[in-house]
């Protein structure tokens, strides 16, 4: 089995990923201590995994700018265990107290372990999610694009949060992982810790285990409640514009694993938290729950220091959440300061924070990056390009970033824009995003109460009105790559969710009609987690490489990753899979789905004249387009100037065919007059 998982075959190739993790797990510990007060060693210690991983990754976006990756990525952990080492002192004491916390949380932990398992044999079998953009992105970062450009077109700068796959390259350089293992095991690590961390959110604000077990349960699995629509009789079912037909809630949805995922359990707001099959998303959830518990554990202002960080690795971890949260701390900020009240001022450290945060967002490298680059530096010097490949110009043609949205309309990323003008697409809505919602009024009175009693603290409110626009804004404005706007909806279901989990408790002592419906809701919206939670589980009986990944392919990455000469461009027929196996880059075209003119033509006709013009210098063979190819074509990438660099084949099948990958090295061909050489 290790002999598929690390490029030596052996498992003490991982070691060294695991002592980086101590580093930096240690040096979160002594950050902590700078400017937050945590109730319990045993709460620093689950905290600081996070804090040194956030750290982590946001020290070596810099660190590895300027430094070779063989040590870019290591130096960062180190970096960070000497500040701590700096900051904790007595040094010998601190590091026991940390040790100490370990145990002391080893419940914590186990189920942590136990979790992360899970999700990784569940990743090993699902492949969804991306492969051509998570496996490049992984594969090249670790031997060395960073900031990543576009690896189907290089130079061209690209626009998109790279946080979580700079976690996935660091398994691949210091853990010696193969990048689709490297993909799986750091979305099972960020999806498992996020997962326990809500846990320790959970358990601030209710005390009986029964109570915490029970709520912690339904943010896991709860999720929108489409299935209901099945209640509906199918004639009536017709007469809903939204939905084209009854048959339609009965199809299945492929997963990757041996079983598919049913139609009716879906929801295009709100997915359960065990389906964190994206990797950056998972990221987000992370910082979700950290930053909602240590924002109320601030005691001194050199905290603004920890936090400005944290929020900064959200900007570039995923955009869109860090966006609500920046608009959540405007907000209230501005609320504040029209109530003209010293003693209700939004708290310095949390305006410090969200401003230095959104500066160094803006320079960091991502998406928000490169959002500036593009619509406000080259409009005011358009000769500062290069150009920026942006996913939204590239899939939309180039229409405006945001848009109003008439009518407006609640989107669907399964469904689609649900217009409020049509009285029937209220009951979808419902539906998609939870039958709770209903009750979304009484949660808003609640969270208000709590906030003037004083027992939710500012970090609750922020995100409160963080919500608040995540629920609105997709309502009015339309993205141009518009199903991603259903990313706002779902974090303002995701915060509603918790608040009437833990709503529902107090409810139950005061007002018991309603804690009846939240009960219930809660208990219906849980049932899809349950059913696809189910269904994921059957992944785990058929692991599998990456996408478009075979064992052929396996064996060329264990050959040759990262020892091609780091400029080289690779020619793959099928665009990226030899990017994810080399860690070199291609030029495909814009990007998937938008090949170019020259590849297609030498995929078709392929020739070394071609390919050299082109650029590329290294052509992979994959056994499927070699059979396509003509005799003419097959004999002009055998010529004598061609090197084999790395093959990988089976013996020949009943049928006489043999399966295989090739590397060739065509550098070595001068360009000629004649296609033939």
């Known amino acids: 089995m290790l002999y598929w998982i690390t490029f030596s075959g052996t498992l ?123 496996l490049s992105l992984i594969s090249t970062m670790a031997a060395g694009n960073l900031p990543p450009v576009n690896f189907y077109n290089p130079p061209e700068k690209m626009a998109y949060h790279y946080a979580f796959q700079f976690l996935g390259a660091s398994l691949v350089r210091e853990g010696n992982l193969f990048p689709w293992i490297a993909f799986a095991v750091a979305k099972a690590i960020t999806l498992g810790y996020g997962i326990m961390l809500g846990g320790v959110v959970v358990a601030q604000c209710l005390h009986p285990l029964y109570q915490r077990l029970i709520t912690f349960s339904a943010i896991v699995l709860g999720s929108g409640t489409r299935y209901l629509l099945l209640l509906i009789p199918p004639f009536l079912l017709r007469h809903i514009p939204s939905i084209a037909s009854f048959s339609s809630l009965l199809q299945w949805r492929e997963s990757g694993a041996p079983l598919a995922y049913p139609e009716a359990f879906m929801s295009g707001l709100k997915y359960p938290l065990l389906m964190g099959h994206a990797g950056p998303s998972n990221l987000s959830l992370t910082l979700f729950f950290m930053v909602w518990h240590l924002g109320g554990r601030w005691h001194k202002q050199r905290g603004v220091l920890l936090m400005t960080l ?24 501005v609320l504040k300061k029209w109530q003209k009240r010293s003693r209700d001022l939004l708290p310095a450290w949390w305006r410090n924070a969200a401003a230095l945060s959104f500066g160094i ?82 949660i808003v009175r609640w969270v208000v109460q709590k906030i003037e009693s004083g027992q939710f603290g500012t970090e609750v409110e922020i995100y409160a009105w963080a919500a608040g626009w995540g629920l609105l804004f997709p309502i009015f404005v339309r993205y141009a790559v518009d199903r991603d706007i259903s990313r706002l909806t779902s974090f303002g279901l995701m915060f509603f969710l918790v608040m009437l989990s833990i709503a529902f408790w107090e409810w139950a002592n005061a007002k018991r009609q309603l804690a009846y419906w939240a009960g219930a809701s809660l208990a219906l919206m849980a049932v899809p987690g349950v059913v696809l939670g189910g269904i994921q589980l059957s992944a785990i009986q058929r692991p599998r490489f990456g996408a478009s990944i075979s064992q052929y392919d396996v064996e060329i990455a264990r050959q040759v990753w990262d020892r091609l000469p780091p400029k080289a461009l ?105 296609t033939g050489g």
């Open 12 to 134: 003490w190739a991982f070691l060294p990923w695991l002592f980086m993790v101590a580093l930096w797990w240690w040096g979160g510990w002594a950050l902590l201590s700078m400017g937050f007060q945590c109730p319990s060693r045993k709460n620093k210690a689950i905290l600081a995994f996070g804090t040194g991983m956030m750290t982590y990754i946001w020290v070596g976006n810099l660190v590895t700018r300027w430094i070779q990756p063989k040590w870019g990525f290591f130096l960062p952990a180190l970096l960070i265990a000497l500040i701590g080492a700096w900051i904790e002192r007595p040094f010998a004491s601190s590091i026991r107290q940390w040790l100490n916390g370990i145990w002391d949380g080893r419940l914590f932990w186990g189920v942590t372990i136990l979790l992360v398992g899970t999700f990784f044999e569940i990743e090993m079998g699902l492949l969804i999610f991306d492969h051509h953009k998570n």
């Open 570 to 674: 690779i020619f793959d027929p099928r665009g990226w899979p030899a990017v994810a196996i080399t860690g070199r880059l291609t030029r495909f075209g814009i990007w998937k789905g938008h090949e170019s003119t020259m590849h297609h033509t030498l995929t078709k006709h392929p020739t070394v004249n071609g390919f050299l013009a082109a650029g590329f210098s290294y052509v992979y063979v994959p056994d499927e387009w070699w059979y396509d190819l003509t005799p003419e074509d097959q004999h002009e990438l055998s010529r004598p100037c061609i090197i084999v660099v790395a093959e990988s084949q089976s013996p020949p099948n009943a049928e006489g065919r043999i399966y295989f990958r090739r590397l060739l090295d065509i550098s070595k061909c001068g360009r000629t007059n004649t």
């Open 361 to 442: 967002a803006l320079v960091q490298g991502g998406t928000l990056t490169q959002m500036a680059y593009k619509h406000v530096i080259l409009r005011v010097l358009p000769s500062a390009a290069p150009p920026v490949t942006s996913l939204v110009t590239t899939l939309q043609g180039g229409e405006p970033l945001f848009a109003p949205r008439w009518p407006p309309a609640v989107l669907s990323s399964h469904i689609g824009a649900l217009s409020l003008f049509v009285p029937t697409n209220w009951i979808v809505i419902v539906a998609e995003a939870g039958i709770g919602i209903i009750l979304l009024p009484w």
């Open 310 to 333: 944290l929020l900064s690795v959200w900007a570039l971890a995923w955009e869109s959440s860090y966006a609500l949260v920046m608009l959540g701390v405007a907000t209230l900020w």
